[in-house]
């Protein structure tokens, strides 16, 4: 008998299962691939060509990931003896692996059809930060979705699928040997790692339309893609320019009229902004509303106003209410950095929970240096997302659900308590505050309408379990909240700040749709901010600086924000960003930095969110440059610390006699 080496029948015989292995994978895939495409709908040009892409590429992506998830299987057929590999007890076994095998293709298929329909994407970045939080997301999953029924189901298919494939996987081995079987790994490995160098996430990534490009990919390689890239180099991945052009730029750029530099120091934009009244110690309560979108209130979007939010459609007109806020990226995580640390956002992960992040010039440090009670308080549990350490680390007493009592909850659900409990904590703490004669500056986080959308019962006319009622819940909780504060001793001396970290839905015809970042602004203070409605365009970095600036406070200041009211009319930017996309608009021109790719410019359309390709403006683009590398370089050299800022700070010269 020849050596298997030399019988490559022998060896297709072993590793026959393999080839059944791929035809499960492939075909999974193209399914989910086809469902997802039916269910974008007309988001989707229908031409032929955008269609003949996203199969094309997308088998080209399976294919690979196939080469990835292939190996357990590939393993067993390889190491198994002949002997084990055919007996009676090794068929079953080896049948009981194929069973856990096509059980995981099929579930990681369904999975990623629930994952789509929340966030119209593959897998990415958010799929790996939800795996570090088990407990929240499977609670959130057996809460949100029939999952015990479904994965019964999905069972049932396995069965199915393992029994009309029985002869195909009845394991036959006629003389394979160990040597050749080593050679049909090694084989694989070559391949393995060919595609590891040559292939990456982003090269699908060549229409304009960002829902072919992401079916054109494959969530499972996708997941891994995004665990591997979350967090960024910026000086390695994105356009730069030298560091001393882009922190003399830097200090062009942030530089107001009420503010002076504090040294001449050209990497150090360490400011003293003076004001031109008498301070005002007023109560601040900073309430960051989980995806309240501008498409839910009044005044932000009328094409799209959805009639959910009557309660914040009034109070609009008792408030300075904001149109042209956007928010800095498409997680709670970047709201919350925004709004404390006033700051673009890095590429990769948040700051809120990367490493380093204690001891960074916040918005609490300039409250406390006032003599302010300041916290951030939290419906959950704030060990989720980092929250807690990170504010507990920058100047705020972090509260959370565990100083909540019982008796005090009405509802509850996997994210935390019913946004009317949590208003119940925040004034139980100001009441605390106020009997010690402090003032109290709260930032202040909801969570109700956040899936699964449950809320007391009675409070709104809308069935459980659906975003559009959660958002009446939230309407509703924030009118409560203002009418039990009015009955407070500190309610005249408040301002509230209610804004959103971020929009309920992120996926749009392009990479960065700017409706998908528009979220409203109310502050709303009645003995002391006089109704408005300003239409300048504002980041989700300015609220801390306009806010201190309604104060009349005179403070030193470490953030890229401005005080709109301070701003020379023309120089308005914001940003937006995804995990690796960095935006930056100004003058209706949107500016984007992308890993590995030159600099793009679109003119976006803010209403719908699509955008047609721009000349590129190099003012904007050494802009846009000098907002993210500079910022990405200060966190990184860890110069965003009191500590670092007050190294880097060259000596104030003199005053002049």
Request: aromatic content about 14%.
């Amino acid at each position: 008998m020849r050596s298997d080496s030399l019988a490559p029948g022998v060896l297709r015989q072993r590793f026959r299962p393999l080839l059944w292995f791929g035809i499960l994978f492939v075909g999974v895939a193209f399914l989910v691939r086809l469902i997802l495409l039916i269910k974008t709908g007309h988001d989707i040009p229908r031409e032929p060509g955008k269609w003949l892409y996203l199969f094309a590429v997308g088998l080209g992506y399976d294919l690979v990931t196939f080469l990835y998830f292939a190996w357990p299987m590939l393993l067993v057929l390889w190491l198994l003896p002949r002997r084990a590999y055919v007996s009676t007890w090794g068929r079953r076994i080896f049948l009981g692996f194929c069973f856990v095998l096509a059980f995981a293709v099929l579930y990681l298929g369904a999975a990623e059809l629930v994952f789509w329909g929340e966030f119209s994407a593959r897998f990415n970045f958010i799929a790996v930060d939800y795996l570090v939080y088990t407990h929240e997301v499977v609670g959130n999953i057996q809460e949100s979705y029939p999952i015990v029924t479904w994965s019964l189901l999905l069972l049932l298919a396995t069965v199915l699928v393992i029994f009309f494939s029985r002869r195909t996987l009845r394991t036959r081995d006629e003389g394979s040997r160990f040597l050749g079987r080593t050679a049909v790994v090694g084989v694989w490995l070559v391949l393995t790692v060919a595609v590891s160098f040559a292939v990456d996430g982003s090269m699908k990534d060549r229409s304009a339309n960002n829902y072919v490009n992401e079916l054109a990919g494959n969530g499972i390689y996708q997941f891994f893609a995004a665990f591997r890239n979350n967090e960024l180099d910026y000086a390695k991945y994105y356009p730069t320019i030298p560091d001393d052009q882009a922190f003399s730029n830097l200090r062009k750029l942030v530089k107001t009229p009420n503010a002076t530099f504090t040294s001449n120091d050209p990497n150090d934009i360490t400011r003293t902004i003076a004001a031109d009244g008498p301070e005002k110690k007023l109560n601040v309560v900073l309430i960051s509303v989980e995806s309240l979108s501008g498409d839910y209130v009044e005044g932000l979007n009328v094409s799209k106003h959805m009639g959910l939010t009557p309660n914040l459609d009034a109070l609009a007109a008792k408030s300075l209410f904001f149109t042209q806020l956007y928010a800095n990226g498409t997680r709670t995580v970047r709201g919350l950095e925004a709004l404390s640390l006033s700051v673009p956002p890095t590429p990769g992960e948040s700051i809120v929970k990367r490493p380093g992040n204690e001891n960074l010039n916040s918005l609490a440090d300039v409250f406390n240096a006032k003599g302010y009670t300041s916290e951030f308080v939290y419906g959950g549990y704030g060990y989720f997302d980092n929250m807690n350490h990170f504010f507990a680390s920058n100047g705020y007493t972090a509260v959370d659900r565990n100083v909540i009592d019982n008796k005090d909850i009405h509802t509850e659900n996997v994210w935390g308590v019913a946004d009317e409990d949590l208003f119940t904590l925040v004034m139980k703490r100001m009441d605390e505050s106020y009997a010690k004669g402090k003032p109290y500056f709260g930032h202040v986080m909801t969570t109700s309408n956040h899936r699964p959308y449950t809320f007391p019962e009675g409070r709104v006319n809308a069935k459980q379990g659906a975003r559009n009622s959660a958002v009446r819940y939230t309407d509703w909780a924030l009118a409560d909240f203002l009418k039990r504060a009015s009955t407070k001793p500190w309610f005249d001396d408040t301002i509230f700040v209610i804004t959103a970290d971020h929009c309920a839905a992120s996926a749009g015809k392009t990479s960065l749709p700017v409706d998908k970042y528009h979220i409203p602004l109310f502050i709303y203070s009645p003995k002391h901010i006089a109704p408005g409605r300003v239409d300048r365009l504002m980041s989700q970095i300015d609220i801390p600086p306009t806010v201190l600036g309604l104060l009349n406070f005179s403070y030193t200041s470490h953030f890229y924000g401005y005080d709109l009211f301070k701003l020379e009319p023309g120089r308005e930017r914001t940003f937006m960003s995804t995990y690796q996309e960095l935006g930056y608009m100004r003058g209706g021109l949107l500016t984007s930095l992308i890993p590995r790719e030159p600099v793009k410019e679109m003119t976006p359309d803010l209403v719908s969110g699509d955008a047609t390709v721009a000349k590129a403006d190099p003012v904007d683009a050494k802009d846009a440059i000098t907002y993210y590398q500079t910022a990405a370089y200060l966190f990184t050299h860890g110069l965003m610390t009191k500590k670092g800022a007050a190294a880097t700070a060259a000596p104030t010269p003199p005053a002049a006699p």
